[in-house]
């Protein structure tokens, strides 16, 4: 959620969401502070920011391959080859 606050007269607007790491910017207008928090929070929701570096540490290759081959691959003219060699490189040690 983001915080919004009068700092040295201008706005500082911090969004903190758990799992992901706090970022913060300063505003001379209090109308631009709230847009820019509304807009990390949903890019956030959407994925569009990285995790936490912590929960990116428990991450493995092959979640990330099958997370690809489901989300990023059926888009593509080649799937078929593709999704293939993600399936192949996922059953490699």
Do not use: C
């Amino acid at each position: 959620m983001a915080t919004l606050r009068k700092r040295n007269n201008r706005w500082q607007v911090q969004v903190r969401i758990e799992g992901h790491k706090a970022i913060s910017r300063s505003f001379v207008h209090k109308r631009d502070a709230q847009a820019w928090g509304r807009e990390r929070e949903i890019e956030i929701q959407r994925g569009g920011v990285a995790l936490h570096h912590k929960k990116l540490r428990t991450l493995t290759l092959g979640t990330l391959l099958e997370r690809y081959e489901i989300e990023v691959s059926p888009r593509k003219k080649g799937y078929g080859s593709e999704a293939y060699r993600l399936r192949a490189m996922r059953k490699h040690p």
